[in-house]
């Protein structure tokens, strides 16, 4: 089983940054798909970026530009640079894995990043 732990939430005035990481243990991701998503109160579950084993990537239209995932499979790790932060990127992001041609199946906790204007 794999275990995702994200961290790197806070608090953030718009037009600023946050990084926030993903690190998997229990078992190594360097075969997986991996993907941010992020839910913000009282709406449903959207899908932010992705990330596979060949590094390729896919973004929502919503963050394209301002956001950037990447993946450090030595250190079994996950990441999302956020730039140009608006409020309405303020959710819990969670990020999640999944094995090839799977679905997201392993799941981490969610932290929140909140967005003042």
């Known amino acids: 089983q794999v275990q995702l732990v994200e961290s790197g939430g806070g608090l953030v005035q718009a037009g600023g940054s946050l990084r926030l990481s993903c690190a998997a243990s229990g078992r190594t991701l360097s075969a997986y798909t991996l993907a941010w998503f992020r839910q913000a109160l009282g709406k449903e579950r959207e899908f932010v970026a992705s990330?596979?084993?060949?590094?390729?990537?896919s973004y929502a239209d919503s963050v394209k530009g301002r956001f950037a995932i990447s993946r450090d499979n030595v250190k079994n790790t996950m990441y999302l640079q956020m730039n140009s932060l608006k409020p309405e990127d303020t959710a819990v992001y969670s990020c999640a894995a999944a094995r090839p041609s799977q679905a997201y199946d392993d799941w981490g906790q969610g932290t929140q990043v909140t967005v003042s204007s």
């Open positions: 990330i596979n084993w060949a590094s390729g990537t």
